[in-house]
């Protein structure tokens, strides 16, 4: 046997083993319910959803006339500022919170009603139970007077990033700047920071341009004064 | 004259005949019908047939007889039935594929003209016959709400002390301990006892740690009786058949939550304290059947503001107590030797 490799697998099958363990324990903490999406399709919370991916997830209902239709549209602009991303490592997903009411069919009319019927972007329905369960565990307050509210849910968005189990809730109804914002917190660092050196060379390229055109104007105010 | 005459005429029938069809509405809205269950027609004999309605669409026809050993009743036939819509049905089909004593080959299709959680009526589409159907007693069946008030280390009174702010305020005392639901069925023969909710168990030394789960038998078998420690409470009340299915249903999902590790919160007795809720309002799915306080967990709210959290749960059932006294069934009335046969 290759003396490295004889060397080295413990220490991969020790971070192996620990892997399968933490995502064992998101699984079982944020479930692995079966939901069905606006497409009829059966889909896994976790190993379908959620593993592996940078998810938006928001909770809404087909006949909310609340705040529901002006999430999903602030959520559609979102999924324009994110350009080439949805559908590739960044997903997005609708949960009803009445599963009752919402049959795959009720909610592809709303996501087309709201023009919201794209690639990367699934609506939710599933068993009341397990519904109610993900919302506990994704949106709860700990305060069941606002917990058992369910419009108290439908406002805010969370956001998670399974390799790195990092999340966060924002409220839905922010600016779609600062959703983007704060959904670019859920990217690893070296891409944060591959982001940010190229924004600061931007900047810097913007502060030289500026400064150029300021100097050009100077010399221009310069040479007519010279000319009369 | 004659107009104004015939008008209030049509007003009257107009008026009456709405107010027949708001009633019957209101009536089918309160509560989705059950037939799961023991049935007896009103049309019974001395020997009277019960027609026990199973989940699984078939009926048994039985008649009551004490010549079985470990058994009230004799099974006669079994056929299938289907209700058109289950929980607000218009129409019973009895199919019948081969026939028998009571039905003829083929189905008897029976028009439900009302119905409610003890009683439903038919139509005979032949001769039209009314039936009046009553459900059996073949069952008794009680829910009762139990709590202990225990000292609880970890949680302190002393304001001076950090608390953490999701076990409660500085202020109040510093107990709480054991709270669950409890479901007794008794069948005449044996009693049948299912329980859920909050108990301490002992880890380490001495170190008392809430669970959320079947109640262990000591703790609630203390409750099968009146206690009368000053620190226990507890509300039994008697159920019909339907509102017992309709609790049980809560007990099962929450069950499912206890054994998947999928209670809604970290804390064990907040869970507990939404079981208990979530049971006792179930007795009000179809209109107001106990007095309970409403939990909105704000300021005002007499019970959280007053207490920790670990005491909400045997607030809650002291405040149901209290509200609702008549209704508890006391040890005296407690039908311990209770047989079937009185339908």
Not at chain 1, 213 to 218: N, S
Request: net charge positive; charged share 25%.
């Amino acid at each position: 046997m290759d003396r490295r490799k004889f060397l080295s697998s413990p220490v991969t099958n020790a971070a192996a083993a620990a892997d399968s363990a933490a995502e064992a324990q998101k699984r079982a903490y944020l479930t692995n319910a079966v939901l069905t999406n606006h497409e009829g399709k059966k889909v896994r919370f976790y190993d379908d959803l959620l593993k592996d991916k940078i998810t938006i997830v928001n909770m809404m209902y087909a006949k909310c006339d609340g705040i529901c239709p002006m999430v999903t549209s602030n959520l559609k602009r979102v999924y324009q500022g994110l350009k080439g991303r949805i559908g590739v490592d960044t997903f997005m997903y609708s949960i009803t919170l009445k599963p009752e009411q919402d049959s795959p069919l009720a909610l592809k009319r709303f996501a087309e009603m709201h023009y919201a019927n794209l690639p990367g972007w699934q609506f939710l329905t599933g068993d009341p139970d397990e519904i109610e369960t993900i919302r506990f565990r994704l949106f709860r307050w700990d305060h069941p007077g606002l917990d058992n509210d369910v419009d108290q849910h439908t406002g805010m968005v969370f956001l998670f990033n399974d390799n790195l189990s990092r999340n966060c809730k924002t409220p839905a109804m922010s600016s779609v700047r600062s959703l983007l914002e704060t959904i670019s917190w859920m990217d690893p660092i070296p891409v944060q920071a591959a982001r940010a050196r190229r924004d600061a060379a931007k900047l810097v390229a913007k502060f030289e341009r500026e400064a150029a055109w300021a100097e050009g104007e100077k010399w221009a105010k310069g040479a007519v004064a010279i000319g009369r | 004259m004659k107009r104004v005459g015939f008008l209030y005429a049509l007003m009257f029938v107009c008026l009456s005949a709405g107010g027949v069809t708001y009633g019957q509405s209101e009536a089918r809205k309160a509560c989705p019908f059950n037939v799961v269950g023991t049935w007896r027609s009103e049309a019974a004999t001395e020997n009277p047939i019960l027609f026990r309605f199973a989940p699984d669409g078939t009926v048994t026809l039985l008649s009551a007889s004490t010549a079985i050993p470990n058994s009230d009743f004799e099974t006669l036939a079994a056929v299938s039935y289907k209700l058109d819509k289950p929980s607000a049905p218009t129409r019973l089909d009895i199919i019948a594929a081969r026939g028998n004593e009571v039905f003829g080959r083929g189905t008897t299709a029976m028009e439900i003209v009302e119905y409610g959680d003890d009683s439903f009526t038919t139509i005979h589409p032949v001769d039209g016959r009314r039936t009046h159907w009553v459900r059996a007693k073949t069952n008794r069946y009680f829910l009762t709400f139990a709590a202990r008030r225990t000292q609880l280390t970890g949680y302190s009174d002393d304001s001076s002390q950090k608390i953490d702010p999701k076990v409660g305020r500085p202020n109040g005392a510093a107990y709480g301990g054991p709270a669950f639901a409890m479901w007794t069925k008794l069948d005449g023969r044996k009693t049948e006892v299912e329980t859920l909710g909050l108990y301490l168990r002992t880890e380490g030394v001495g170190r008392m740690v809430p669970v959320v789960g079947a109640i262990p038998s000591g703790l609630y078998k203390e409750f099968l009786k009146e206690s009368d420690k000053d620190s226990d409470v507890m509300m039994r009340l008697e159920l019909s058949e339907a509102e017992f299915e309709r609790t049980h249903k809560v007990f099962k999902i929450w069950e499912k939550r206890a054994q998947d590790k999928t209670l809604l919160y970290d804390e064990p007795y907040l869970n507990a304290m939404e079981f208990l809720r979530r049971t006792a309002e179930s007795l009000n799915q179809c209109g107001e059947r106990v007095k309970l306080h409403k939990l909105d967990w704000l300021q005002n709210d007499e019970i959280v503001s007053r207490h920790h959290i670990p005491a909400h749960p045997l607030e809650y059932i002291r405040d149901m107590r209290k509200k609702n006294d008549k209704l508890h069934v006391t040890d005296a009335r407690f039908p311990a030797d209770w047989r079937p046969g009185q339908f």
